[in-house]
């Protein structure tokens, strides 16, 4: 277990994410598969070369769920109770084939439950590429246990 639990969380801190990951064709691929998304956009290379990006975009939820994946052993990864929401996602630029991406996470707010036992936290999310173009953000909304009672959610 790596994740803070809600007392580690401090509002306007930025956590760096260490790992990256090179998104590959096969990736897109997949996740296209597993959901059913079939958007020529993401699979058509004849289709997506006469658009206005001219190749294959990576689907945009394998973006945000990749962010999350990179972010959670840093900030929730056997400390969470639940993920409570995604708010505000947006993709201001196109991720392709063959980019590097890297997430940060920021803490914009924390408050614990009315019966003082865990806490909610909510954090900005972002994925950069290679080039530090912003590719992807969204806020993340946790249920985060604290630490004092922590045992008495692995006891039930």
Do not use: W
């Amino acid at each position: 277990m790596t994740g803070l639990y809600y007392e580690e969380f401090e509002v306007g801190q930025t956590i760096e994410h260490e790992k990256r990951r090179t998104v590959s064709e096969s990736d897109n691929q997949r996740f296209c598969d597993m959901t059913m998304n079939q958007q020529p956009l993401h699979l058509d290379a004849e289709f997506a070369g006469d658009s206005q990006f001219g190749e294959r975009l990576v689907n945009g939820l394998y973006t945000m769920s990749l962010a999350v994946g990179l972010s959670v052993p840093d900030t929730t990864d056997g400390t969470i109770v639940a993920n409570l929401s995604y708010d505000d996602v947006s993709h201001p630029n196109p991720v392709f084939h063959g980019d590097t991406l890297r997430a940060q996470t920021t803490v914009l707010d924390k408050r614990e439950t009315s019966d003082g036992e865990r806490g909610v936290v909510t954090m900005k999310v972002e994925m950069f590429n290679q080039d530090d173009d912003l590719v992807c953000e969204f806020e993340r909304t946790a249920l985060s246990l604290k630490r004092e009672f922590a045992a008495d959610a692995d006891d039930a």
